[in-house]
């Protein structure tokens, strides 16, 4: 009894040794330098615009790409096509409805390589409480910038806005307002601090004797 106590013990040791996993550097959007847009096509001409407000938070590595994530938050209601009269119609009950979903979210699931710089990711957009399926590819590039490491993440995603109940009633109409929606983003990113690594406390050898 005493052997198989001992062994057990022993067994356990390497659970209590292991390091929390690391995760890939985090990086913080720089606001001012960061967009993410969109061009949809009204009447057969495209339109573009944009969202003025929205987070990112990034963790990426391109040579660990299973601790990578993209987990990314837009207020609706900071949407700006350069028209008041089609602004006010994105905002109301018919597509965002802002007054009752207050953000559009988007996380990565998966990621792929393509090469040193073009990467593929699928991950779940979630508008109106519907969420689906949304693949995004990018490239992911850094750069020093007066001595200062900066990253640079910019790409894009192609959805179809009636899967996500944008567009009501007339405007479910593809004859006027295509289902096709391409979000184009480019976001300046700059090193967050890095914590030091917390190691889970090796416990006192186990005692041979009863």
Known sequence: MKILRHCFCLALVPLFTLTAQAAAPAYQMDDAKSSLGFTATQEGAKFD??????????????????????????????????????DGTLKGPDFFDVTKFKAAHYVT??????????????????????TRDVPIAFTFTERNEGGKSVAYLAGSANLKRLEFGLGQGDYADTGSLADAVQVKFNLRLLPTAVTGEKKIPTPPPASQTQ
Request: hydrophobic share 40%.
């Open 49 to 86: 615009g944009s969202f003025h407000k929205f987070t990112a938070k990034i963790s990426f590595s391109p040579a660990d790409l299973a601790a990578s994530c993209f987990d990314v938050t837009v207020d609706p209601a900071s949407a700006d096509s350069h028209d008041a009269d089609r």
């Open 109 to 130: 699931g998966a990621f792929s390589k393509v090469d040193a710089t073009h990467f593929t990711a699928t991950g779940k957009l979630t508008m109106r409480n519907v």
